[in-house]
């Protein structure tokens, strides 16, 4: 067992007696590799790992977990490290488990549309997969070209689509588990709906802290036979935000309906040459799917909505290329905004529909009080809220402003009837604010329930949890910085 208190083992001492697990090659070591691996999207907080490991089966995670247990060192699951809550950060250093080379299709199974995947495929490829038979894996995150199945497991993830096909936890039928202790468990089954408790359920979300996801049964879900969708323009944020309420209202439930601001439209212009309706203050991408009547019907429903809350103008994708330039504001949003500012944090939280124009106003009060660039790009009809604010991180002080910035409006969120976080997760970002939203009771039942599968705090450590030993000290967030 390693003494935590005592100096950190050498470099040697992890590549020899890990690449006699796995392969030399398989392990990384040295300050490159600490800082590739040392934060994920949010890049408030980052903690270098002592070592990198990349494991190829269930079996070499199994054998890798045993070996961090049996020397007390921590160890954290890690897909593509695209995730904006530093749940992929190794906030106690310890071990990267990677699951960058687990990415085989193990069994596709058509009549029962499902499919067996390792843990570190791209969402996309599954998709990818099945689209010849019409199908394909719902769950749809922005990031979804290099996200992995396990960090979408763990973040219960969700994307523009989620208000009509739901979240990740409804397209996992079950899962290979490499527990803290290194013990394989099989969860789940072939179909939804199985008896007993639905541990499945609970491991989707727990953000990696229950253990290591190395395989997964997903559900297939049919490919919608006809799409509609709409891009509108509007002079004012409360149009678009009263045209969603409406929309919702009226019983239309459409595949997407999304939100981008001012701020956003200006990086994409810069970013792609697009122009957009003079004057245009938000846009609304609205996007209606299914039986090819039902879902026209839809749209030219909600058509005549944007219409009536005085749209600039409703531009309709006659094409699948029209659709794609539709969709550029939502889908490459962030990334534009990457080209404006040396660093984004995206926030990620949840309120009441009704409550997006008073949000929205408090968005941009908190911006221009902190003095931070400020764009927001969300998931409107979910009211899921992604303000996406831009800073220098090599400046503490714009640290400072950016987190303060951002727990005001998770406050909010939660004065408000929402919730912490939509689908972007905890992880160490928030763990701290988990007492808004949860009673000393609620969070001892989550701690007791996270004791089933994880009695130490080896696996995965600071995240999620409140008030976790030996984790401020770790944080770089808090280094430097007058608080
Ligand atoms: C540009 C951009 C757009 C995004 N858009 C969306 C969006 O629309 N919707 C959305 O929900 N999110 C979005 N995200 C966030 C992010 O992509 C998702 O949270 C995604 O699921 C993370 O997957 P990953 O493979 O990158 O996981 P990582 O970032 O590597 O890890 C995320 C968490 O999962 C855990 N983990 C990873 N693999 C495993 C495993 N095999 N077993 C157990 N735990 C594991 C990690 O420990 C960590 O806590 C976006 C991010 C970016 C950068």
Not at 188 to 194: Q, S, Y
Not at 423 to 442: A, I, N, R, Y
Not at 450 to 459: S, V
Request: aromatic letters at 6%; proline letters at 5%.
């Amino acid at each position: 067992m390693l003494n935590m208190e005592a100096p950190r083992p050498t470099e040697g001492f992890f590549a020899r007696e890990l690449g006699a697990l796995l392969a030399p090659d398989r392990i990384r070591v040295g300050a490159a590799a600490a800082r590739a691996y040392e934060c994920d999207a949010y890049t408030v907080d980052r903690a270098e790992p002592w070592a990198i490991a990349l494991p190829e089966s269930t079996e070499e995670v199994a054998v890798l977990v045993r070996w961090c247990v049996r020397h007390g060192v921590p160890f954290t699951p890690r897909g593509a490290g695209t995730g904006l809550s530093g749940g992929a950060m190794a906030a106690r250093g310890g071990i990267i488990v990677s699951t960058k080379r687990m990415t085989q299709i193990l069994e596709v199974d058509l009549p029962n549309r499902r499919i067996l995947a390792q843990a570190g495929i791209a969402n996309k490829r599954l998709s990818d997969a099945v689209a010849a038979a019409g199908l394909h894996f719902a769950p749809d995150p922005s990031s979804q070209t290099v996200s992995t199945l396990g960090g979408n497991i763990a973040e219960n993830s969700g994307g523009p689509h989620t208000l009509k096909y739901g979240v990740t936890a409804q397209h996992i039928l079950g899962l290979t588990l490499v527990d803290p202790t290194g013990e394989v468990v099989h969860l789940g089954g072939d179909a939804t709906g199985g008896p007993g408790l639905d541990f499945v359920g609970l491991v989707v979300g727990a953000e990696g802290t229950l253990g290591i996801v190395t395989e997964a049964w997903v559900k297939l879900t049919p490919l919608p036979e006809a799409v509609h969708t709409l891009l509108a323009s509007f002079a004012e944020i409360d149009q678009a935000t009263a045209s969603v309420a409406e929309i919702v209202g009226s019983g239309i439930l459409p595949a997407a309906l999304e939100m981008m601001d001012e701020g956003i439209m200006r990086a994409v212009s810069q970013a792609f040459r697009l122009s957009y309706p003079e004057g245009a203050r938000a846009l609304l991408l609205i996007e209606c799917d299914g039986a090819p009547e039902a879902s026209a019907k839809e749209a030219a429903e909600a058509e005549r909505i944007c219409r009536a809350h005085r749209a600039l103008a409703v531009e309709i994708a006659e094409d699948e290329a029209a659709r794609q330039r539709l969709w550029i504001a939502r889908k490459k949003g962030i990334g534009a905004m990457g080209r404006l500012a040396p660093s984004i944090v995206t926030h990620d939280g949840v309120i009441p529909r009704s409550k997006l124009p008073e949000m929205l106003r408090f968005v941009y009060e908190v911006a221009e009080q902190h003095r931070l660039l400020v764009a927001n790009i969300f998931h409107a009809g979910d009211g899921n809220l992604h303000p996406c604010f831009g800073f220098d991180d090599r400046d503490p002080e714009q640290i400072r402003q950016v987190v303060e910035a951002g727990e005001k409006i998770l406050r909010k969120c939660v004065e408000l009837g929402g919730s912490l976080s939509g689908e972007h997760g905890v992880g160490v970002e928030k763990s701290e604010l988990m007492s808004l939203m949860f009673s000393p009771d609620d969070l001892c039942l989550q701690a007791d329930a996270k004791r089933i599968f994880n009695e130490g705090d080896l696996c995965n450590p600071c995240k999620v949890f409140p008030s976790q030993k030996g984790c401020i000290e770790h944080r770089a967030r808090w280094r430097g910085v007058a608080w």
